[in-house]
């Protein structure tokens, strides 16, 4: 469709400007209950079915609407576009696996500034920027900084603005 000022429009445009985005990369879940399914498509059937909104996952894979995902117990499927999110969120993970281990929340990116909180693994947060080493990350009852070890759903290294 062409309008009178000669800007065009395509329908398409999110889909295929998402598509162009490098792989892999982390998004979120975008519903409560996302079928993960064994192929591209709805004819494959469900393997798993990921039943927590704002989950980050892993896209390691897409073809055309679907994308292939990972969650962070590893694992994999492929779910159709829609029920993914760009908004980034990161899961709080444990340190050497201890059960009782709860990850402090600074109020600045300094392990010597105040504990705002205390984490416990599992726990999702929004990420609100990284600088490589700290993260900034908010959510119910919590706002501040964490070292970027200790989420899954940002890369080692990575900056997020």
Excluded at 87 to 113: C, E, M, N, Q
Aim: charged letters at 25%.
């Amino acid at each position: 469709m062409v309008l009178a000022s000669g800007v065009r429009l395509s329908f398409a445009a999110s889909a295929d400007s998402e598509a162009s985005l490098p792989v892999p990369r982390f998004v979120s879940l975008h519903a409560d209950r996302v079928n993960l399914r064994t192929g591209p498509g709805d004819r494959y059937p469900i393997e798993w079915v990921l039943t927590r909104k704002e989950m980050p996952v892993e896209i390691t894979g897409q073809l055309e609407h679907w994308r292939r995902i990972r969650d962070w117990e590893g694992a994999e499927g492929w779910v159709l576009h829609s029920l993914l999110s760009g908004k980034r969120t990161a899961l709080v993970s444990a340190v050497a696996k201890k059960i009782d281990d709860f990850a402090p929340i600074h109020a600045s990116a300094d392990r010597t500034s105040a504990v705002t909180a205390r984490l416990q693994s599992g726990v999702i947060a929004t990420v609100k920027r990284c600088d490589g080493h700290w993260c900034r990350i908010s959510g119910e009852g919590f706002d501040g900084w964490i070292e970027q070890e200790r989420l899954w759903g940002v890369y080692p290294g990575e900056k997020v603005d």
